[in-house]
Structures are given as structure tokens and as C-alpha cells.
């Protein structure tokens, strides 16, 4: 939407793309922004693949662009190399078969398959030896370094 040149209201003269005047009338919101929170807009299919079909989007990791300077829109490998909007239809098909929710690509969310993997490990590793497994505890690192240093310090001379 664009701004009128002067307020609705009180008919003073408003800057380009102003958002307000101060006599209090504000620009009406766009119908794609009434329900958004404050904040800074957060990608949902952050990390996947920019190529849409069908109104649905390429769930692979989007990892290659066109440009060198780190800017988007970031292709799996088969849609960067693929034209045809029909076999990108089916890789987009296929990438909701692979992934039936939106896979989370982030640091955090990566971070947090590795915990909850390391977690099963260890869980696995105590049930198997009948909850007797004293080793270090990946989920806590200091824990590691304490056996660690203990280990080295307990060595005689040697």
C-alpha cells in the first residue's frame, strides 16, 4: 500500500513511505501483517530449498545459489540443476515424503538432534550394562574433563 502525500486527518504534508503523523493517524496495516508478532520475520522453511511447486516448498537443505556474494535463493542440488518445472514438482514431492514436517536446519535445531542422539546413546549404553556404565557423560562435558584430569593426576611417576 502506498502512503497518501498528505494525512488523511489533518492534511499535513507526510514524508515518503511514512507510517504515521503526529497529530495520531497511522497508516493502515496490510492484511499480510495484521496478525504478525513484533519482531524480526523468521523463515519457517529456513534452510530448505527455495523451489516451490504446487504451493508447497522443496524440503532438502537449500545449499547452492547462483550468486557468490552469499546471497539467496539457496537450491538443493537437484533443483539448481533442474529446469523442468514437472521433475521439480517431483523432487518437491519426494522432499515431503523424506520430510513430513519441516525439517529445522538451524544451529539450535541441529544442536538439539545431536543432544537428543547423544542422549538415546548414553540411555542405550545404561540399559545394556544394567544401569552400571560409570564412563563419562557426553551430555556433560565437565564431567569428561574431570575423569580426565583424575585419570592423568593418579599416574605414579613414571
Avoid at 504534508?13 to 495520531?24: M, V
Wanted: aromatic share 8%.
Amino acid at each position: 500500500m502506498t502512503t497518501p502525500s498528505a494525512c488523511p486527518d489533518c492534511g499535513e504534508r507526510l514524508k515518503p513511505r511514512a507510517s504515521s503523523c503526529p497529530c495520531g493517524w497511522k497508516a493502515p496495516v496490510s492484511a499480510s501483517r495484521a496478525g504478525a508478532v513484533a519482531g524480526p520475520y523468521v523463515d519457517p522453511f529456513y534452510g530448505c530449498c527455495a523451489w516451490e511447486s504446487g504451493g508447497q516448498r522443496c524440503r532438502y537443505p537449500g545449499t547452492v545459489a547462483h550468486s557468490i556474494h552469499g546471497g539467496g535463493p539457496y537450491y538443493c542440488s537437484a533443483h539448481f540443476h533442474n529446469a523442468d518445472p514437472l521433475v521439480g514438482g517431483q523432487i518437491v514431492d519426494e522432499s515431503i515424503r523424506d520430510f513430513p514436517s519441516v525439517p529445522d536446519y538451524s544451529v539450535d535445531g541441529r544442536r538439539a538432534s545431536i543432544f537428543a542422539r547423544w542422549r538415546a546413546e548414553e540411555e542405550a549404553r545404561r540399559a545394556a550394562d544394567g544401569g552400571r556404565y560409570g564412563g563419562p557423560s557426553r551430555l556433560d562435558p565437565r564431567a569428561a574433563v574431570d575423569e580426565t584430569v583424575s585419570h592423568l593426576t593418579s599416574r605414579g611417576p613414571g
